[in-house]
């Protein structure tokens, strides 16, 4: 088994998994009907790349399947950005989160789709329509509400500063990305950083949003080490699964 | 020596609809990409319109089903991502049959699938399925589903 390859799938597909896991959780409690079903399907097209990026870790697994990879791991054996499991919040925190992320997002699958593995080309590829579809969804919603109410402006940019520091990880390489990056598989995240910064600073322009300074950026979630809401959200996705061991639907 | 058979395969596919627009085939939609035969086996390859489309696992449901009323039963169901899926792949004739059921299919100008304006706007990226847009006609006021471009 390559296990640089399974680790960078597995990354790759966490951090679909636990972003459609949060989104799922606005289904019913969206702030408006078209909202609502947005964010479900936004949930679902995460849920679905998780699917083929986990089917994919599973066969170079060769024994646990997709299944298992997503109902039978703890917080420390997740490798998802810390990012990603941070909690709603407000409609705005949801999506400052978001927007953060897709704008990576799109960039990062951009880039894979010409990785020379093809079935992570592939998928990259495919997920990439949905990625951009995303990405104008959450830019669209900054700006409205960064240059929407003092109230709504407000509360963004106070997610804005809040969720800041979970950028860094984003871009970190470590010895996976780099070993993978020398056989033209995986991405290289410091090219992608300039263009992400070109998008998040033109779009808080138009919001009239400020950008906050890099200061302190937290790490680990690649490793990982999460913050304490990645427990939680496990606890309810997994309850099934590890209560009812193997129980289909 | 299969062709025939491959040819009628193809046939029984396209009598399959989408679970969630009726009004067209598996096979008009794009999903269907390949039947071929190899070691005894007939290979049908599908695409997802959407990674997270729930429809998939009806599509595969429904194409087991239909092929085993017909007798075929050395068969397997392949997944395929590449080439992701695209609107693209649908009929001018695919277009007009969901024109005419009410959802105006992907193209750059959206038209009203009831008054033909051209006057329409965006309610919402996100529609009842995946794969449509949330539309109003400013004309006529009749809300619509439009079929997104990908």
């Known amino acids: 088994m390559n296990n640089n390859l399974f680790k960078y799938v597995l990354r790759i597909a966490d951090n679909c998994l636990i972003l459609g896991q949060r989104m799922s959780e606005w289904c019913s409690n969206g702030p408006t009907l078209e909202e609502d079903i947005a964010m479900s399907n936004i949930s679902l097209d995460m849920f679905g790349q998780a699917n083929g990026f986990y089917d994919y870790a599973s066969q170079i697994d060769g024994q646990k399947s997709a299944d298992e990879l997503a109902f039978k791991r703890n917080e420390r054996e997740f490798f998802n950005f810390q990012l990603i499991e941070q909690e709603n919040g407000n409609f705005g925190n949801t999506i400052v989160r978001n927007f953060l992320f897709d704008a990576f997002n799109f960039l990062f699958y951009t880039e894979l789709s010409n990785s020379t593995d093809k079935t992570l080309s592939a998928l990259a590829a ?124 | 020596m299969q062709s025939g058979k491959i040819k009628h395969i193809w046939e029984l596919l396209n009598n399959i609809p989408d679970p969630e627009i009726p009004v067209i085939s598996i096979v008009e939609l794009g999903v269907v990409r390949d039947i071929f035969y190899k070691n005894n086996i007939f290979i049908i390859s599908i695409t997802p319109t959407y990674s997270g489309c729930p429809a998939v696992k009806s599509f595969i449901d429904d194409i087991k089903e239909c092929l085993k009323k017909n007798g075929f039963l050395n068969f397997k169901i392949n997944l395929v991502y590449t080439p992701a899926w695209t609107t693209d792949w649908m009929s001018e004739k695919t277009k007009l049959k969901l024109e005419n059921y009410g959802i105006a299919p992907p193209s750059s100008k959206v038209r009203c699938p009831q008054c033909k304006s051209q006057k329409t706007i965006l309610v919402s990226e996100f529609g009842a399925t995946a794969c449509k847009a949330f539309y109003k006609c400013e004309d006529c006021l009749e809300p619509f589903e439009s079929f997104k471009c990908i």
Request: neutral net charge; glycine residues 6%; charged residues 30%.
């Open chain 1, 126 to 249: 495919k997920s990439l329509k949905e990625a951009k579809y995303h990405l104008r969804h959450s830019k669209n919603w900054i700006i409205r509400l960064g240059d929407g109410t003092n109230e709504s402006n407000q509360k963004v940019q106070n997610a804005l500063n809040d969720l800041w520091h979970f950028t860094g990880e984003l871009f970190e390489m470590d010895e996976i990305d780099n070993e993978l990056l020398k056989v033209c598989v995986s991405v290289d995240l410091n090219k992608i950083k300039l263009e992400w910064d070109k998008i998040i600073n033109s779009t808080l322009k138009i919001a009239k949003l400020e950008r906050p300074t890099d200061s302190y950026m937290a790490s680990g979630g690649k490793k990982g080490i999460h913050t304490e809401c990645l427990g939680f959200l496990l606890a309810e996705m997994q309850y099934l699964q590890r209560a009812y061991p193997n129980a289909k639907w």
